[in-house]
């Protein structure tokens, strides 16, 4: 115990990093706090307070995380950065930056997704802002340097070419070696030199026109990356919980919803409109059946159509105006309004053959 304390008062306090240190650990315990409590709520646990809903307004805890940023900024400012003020007003903002963080996904996104696939953007976010403070604590320079000691350029180097390294890294689509490399430099090097993930904004910007290195990158997706992503999977759910399989506020399932109701919509409205074409085709056949029983009634001089000339019969008449009103059938209506089915036509042959005995 003596020589932890011993190792602290060396590398924190007389580091002048107790501000970081506090920081870091109110970012890390409000983080595990407000998870714990998350999942608390969510399995309606009765023994748990529960959310904050004053009036039934439910208030998310990013508000809380604002004011914790808030008091944390301000009052380093107010204080002048004096001691021990400057301890107290860090260990606030690690607060504030724990609780809005963990609903980073919420503010991206501008819609309630915490238990969605969308909402693992919040963790990732977290880790990414664990890591960084951790790499400002125990870095030496740039960022821990002390005024009157001289500038170790080489470590200057290597830290640049690391965080250029994880930049590439992210960008490839390997979240995760990105964000342990920031610790760990020689991992994020790896993953700047291989292959970036299909889905990556490297593989659209590179890989668009170089169709073998996009094949290459499919088939280490398929064989190596999804074992990987079962692994996040589970590290995921085991730190934030399991998502929801099928959200009902999820935008996605809006979506959905939409696009099915769009649908049964344009269906509904095509059965209408075949429909009173049927009506109005049923109106045109019994005018026309009511004209021609009174022309039959009185004598006419009937015309010969001209040679080679077909004449045009009732039912090609009848079919013309059936393609006209959009319809596949139509069966011929008699004058009384009954509707009866035309013969089969004489030379067609059914493909049933009949037995004899």
Same mark, same amino acid.
């Given at each position: ?47 748990? $307070? &529960? ?42 903002? &690690? ?24 909402? %693992? ?97 499919? %088939? ?22 399991? $998502? ?18 769009? %649908? ?70 008699? $004058? ?17 053959? %009949?037995?004899?005995?």
């Amino acid at each position: 115990m003596t020589t932890l304390l011993d190792s602290y008062r060396e590398h924190i306090v007389n580091a002048h990093k107790q501000p970081l240190f506090l920081l870091l650990v109110g970012f890390i315990t409000s983080f595990v706090f407000i998870r714990f409590s998350v999942r608390m709520i969510r399995a309606q646990v009765r023994w748990w $307070p &529960g959310n904050v809903t004053p009036g039934g307004l439910h208030i998310h805890h990013m508000v809380f995380g604002l004011g914790f940023l808030l008091v944390g900024g301000i009052g380093v400012f107010a204080a002048y950065g004096g001691t021990p003020w400057i301890d107290w007003f860090g260990l606030l903002f &690690g607060i504030g930056c724990g609780l809005v963080l963990d609903e980073f996904a919420l503010i991206l996104h501008l819609d309630d997704v915490y238990w969605s696939e969308q909402g %693992r953007k919040s963790v990732d976010a977290v880790i990414f802002g664990i890591l960084s403070t951790a790499l400002l604590l125990i870095g030496y320079v740039p960022f821990g340097a002390l005024p009157g000691e001289d500038t170790r350029w080489g470590l200057i180097t290597v830290i640049s070419v690391n965080a250029l390294a994880s930049v590439i890294t992210l960008l490839k689509g390997k979240v995760w070696t990105g964000l342990l490399g920031i610790m760990i430099p020689g991992l994020s090097w790896i993953g700047a030199i291989r292959l970036g993930r299909p889905t990556s904004p490297w593989a659209r910007w590179r890989y668009s026109t170089r169709p073998r290195r996009r094949a290459r990158a499919l %088939r280490r997706e398929r064989l190596l990356h999804r074992r990987a992503d079962r692994a996040r999977t589970w590290l995921f759910d085991l730190i934030a919980g399991a $998502p929801d399989k099928v959200p009902a506020n999820h935008p996605a399932a809006h979506r959905v919803a939409e696009r099915m109701s769009a %649908r049964a919509t344009a269906h509904l409205d095509a059965h209408a409109a075949r429909a009173l074409a049927r009506r109005q085709a049923r109106l045109a056949d019994r005018r026309s059946a009511g004209v021609s029983a009174s022309s039959a009634a009185r004598p006419q001089q009937t015309e010969e159509p001209a040679a080679g000339v077909p004449a045009r019969s009732a039912g090609a008449r009848q079919r013309r105006r059936t393609v006209r009103a959009g319809r596949n059938r139509t069966y011929a209506v008699s $004058p009384t309004g009954t509707e009866t089915r035309p013969g089969r036509h004489p030379h067609l042959r059914t493909r049933t053959r %009949r037995i004899h005995r």
